[in-house]
């Protein structure tokens, strides 16, 4: 009998335990996306972008390739690449999509702004000015290239913007 008693408050004791372990720690930040072989571009003499890069995530089973094909700067000579708009970029995972915007300026030195989201958790990567070289190929600003020639390897580490 007296077993018996210690028994059920035992378990009397672990029922009102339970709320108290259970409750959630405050909201927890997710472990950064990293970003490899990463590549934007617009093709020479056109106003056709391309992108590709290849992401990993501690919640992803296996590497995913996203990319987007032959999207419109608006001219041959953009010192700029085109925006990726929500549903623009392809995954081979359909819980990834990603985005990608770069403001219009003629001088060629404009950070862009990087969106990856997994299972709806968005991060962010500010692309450096700096990570994009705009080569003229002569005297016709139409035959400017322009492109990312930054590290293609870098994480994704910003969750609250
Ligand atoms: C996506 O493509 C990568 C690279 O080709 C491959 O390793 C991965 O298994 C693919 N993932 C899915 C979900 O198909």
Redesign the pocket.
């Known amino acids: 009998m007296k077993s018996f008693t210690s028994t059920i408050l035992l378990l009397a004791g672990l029922t009102t335990a339970n709320p108290i372990t259970q409750s959630q720690p405050r909201q927890t930040t997710p472990s950064p996306y990293q970003i490899s072989t990463f590549y934007a571009s617009r093709t020479h003499n056109s106003y056709s972008c391309n992108y590709e890069f290849?992401l990993t995530s501690s919640t992803l089973p296996?590497?995913?390739?996203c990319s987007a094909r032959g999207l419109d700067s608006g001219f041959t000579g953009s010192p700029w690449l085109a925006s990726v708009y929500p549903g623009t970029g392809n995954c081979?995972?359909t819980r990834v999509t990603w985005e990608f915007y770069q403001p219009k300026r003629f001088d060629g030195e404009t950070p862009a702004d990087f969106y990856v989201t997994i299972d709806g958790v968005k991060g962010k990567y500010v692309i450096p000015k700096e990570d994009f070289t705009l080569t003229p190929n002569g005297p016709s600003p139409f035959d400017d290239d322009f492109y990312y020639s930054g590290p293609q390897e870098f994480e994704v580490v910003d969750f609250d913007f």
Do not use: A, K, M, S
């Open positions: 290849t296996t590497p995913i390739t081979n995972d």
